[in-house]
């Protein structure tokens, strides 16, 4: 007879989850929440939870602020639920993400994971002027011919996939002209839509190599530890449980595509049957419902989904 509950997995977004207020009420309500938040204020030498909490909005969007304000409270909210359901086998996380799914997995500290993408989202954003590179989502059309299109707008420049989310969505990223015009030509060959998001830089593509090569550097100072449960990394849509490995995945992911879909499937051919959004927003919540219906998602982004997703955990019947 094996549990049911062993097929749990949990899932960390990245970038552009933030909202001012996440995280507040947990914090409140729960000391273990607080102390999270606190640990960061200490860690970054600055109340990275005022801003998180209260705004304000347009400091909240600055990347080297964004990236470890939603790892923070994603590991906030993982500290209460983790308190209170089964362990999971499984953990991924979307680009930024995957930092918290390595906290979660204990392959880095906390403190260590706050601190490096706080410089992860510096060195992303000085690696290409603003204005130099743009990303835009192209919806309803399949990856091959998404790669066709980046190919035959690139001309010359770069333009590529960086984020493949789900048959439905996939995000594209490179040079501002080359992105704007593989949008355009993405319409043009019956796409449903495509449309230029409101990104500070192009993220996910080659531009990003000196971003790259100044991270690498950081990640080669922290001590790694093997990750308690297995990670699915972005980069390969592998299951990583070694500490070097993890490193290296971590590296490569800066200019690497994001290959959700296949991290989400790949967990899914192990036997994961819950998957559970831990962290602000519900953006991989909405991606498992375009990936596979069948499978159970939820989400904690607050006191209301926490609440509903471990009444939802422990009434679930043994098999």
């Given at each position: 007879m094996t549990n049911s509950y062993h097929s749990i997995a949990l899932l960390f977004p990245g970038q552009g989850s933030q909202a001012v207020g996440m995280g507040k009420d947990l914090a409140q309500k729960y000391p273990l929440a607080r102390q999270t938040f606190e640990e960061a204020d200490a860690a970054l030498g600055y109340k990275l939870s005022q801003i998180g909490f209260d705004g304000p909005e347009d400091q909240l969007r600055l990347t080297e602020i964004t990236q470890p304000a939603i790892l923070t409270m994603s590991v906030a909210a993982l500290r209460v639920l983790e308190t209170r359901i089964p362990k999971p086998c499984f953990v991924?996380?979307?680009?930024?993400?995957?930092?918290?799914?390595?906290?979660?997995?204990?392959?880095?500290?906390?403190?260590?994971?706050?601190?490096?993408?706080?410089?992860?989202?510096?060195?992303?954003?000085?690696?290409?002027?603003?204005?130099?590179?743009?990303?835009?989502?192209?919806?309803?059309?399949?990856?091959?011919?998404?790669?066709?299109?980046?190919?035959?707008?690139?001309?010359?420049?770069?333009?590529?996939?960086?984020?493949?989310?789900?048959?439905?969505?996939?995000?594209?990223?490179?040079?501002?002209?080359?992105?704007?015009?593989?949008?355009?030509?993405?319409?043009?060959?019956?796409?449903?839509?495509?449309?230029l998001l409101p990104?500070?830089?192009?993220?996910?593509?080659?531009?990003?190599?000196?971003?790259?090569?100044?991270?690498?550097?950081?990640?080669?100072?922290?001590?790694?530890?093997?990750?308690s449960y297995p990670v699915a990394c972005n980069v390969d849509a592998e299951l990583v449980s070694e500490n070097l490995r993890a490193r290296d995945t971590l590296v490569r992911q800066v200019t690497g595509a994001v290959r959700w879909e296949e991290c989400v499937r790949l967990l899914i051919a192990q036997g994961v049957q819950t998957f559970i959004e831990v962290g602000p927003g519900k953006v991989l919540w909405g991606l498992m419902r375009q990936i596979d219906r069948s499978k159970t998602a939820l989400n904690v982004s607050d006191d209301a989904s926490l609440t509903k997703a471990i009444a939802a955990i422990t009434q679930q019947p043994v098999s």
């Open positions: 991924a996380g979307h680009s930024l993400g995957e930092y918290s799914a390595h906290v979660a997995a204990g392959t880095m500290t906390f403190a260590d994971a706050v601190r490096t993408v706080r410089h992860r989202g510096k060195y992303m954003q000085e690696a290409v002027p603003v204005g130099v590179g743009a990303m835009a989502a192209i919806l309803g059309m399949d990856l091959a011919k998404v790669s066709e299109v980046c190919r035959d707008a690139a001309q010359g420049e770069v333009c590529s996939p960086a984020n493949i989310n789900s048959q439905e969505q996939i995000v594209i990223s490179g040079n501002t002209a080359a992105v704007e015009r593989a949008a355009k030509l993405a319409e043009e060959r019956g796409a449903k839509k495509a449309k990104v500070s830089a192009p993220f996910h593509c080659s531009l990003m190599k000196p971003a790259q090569d100044r991270l690498q550097i950081d990640l080669d100072k922290l001590t790694l530890q093997k990750p």
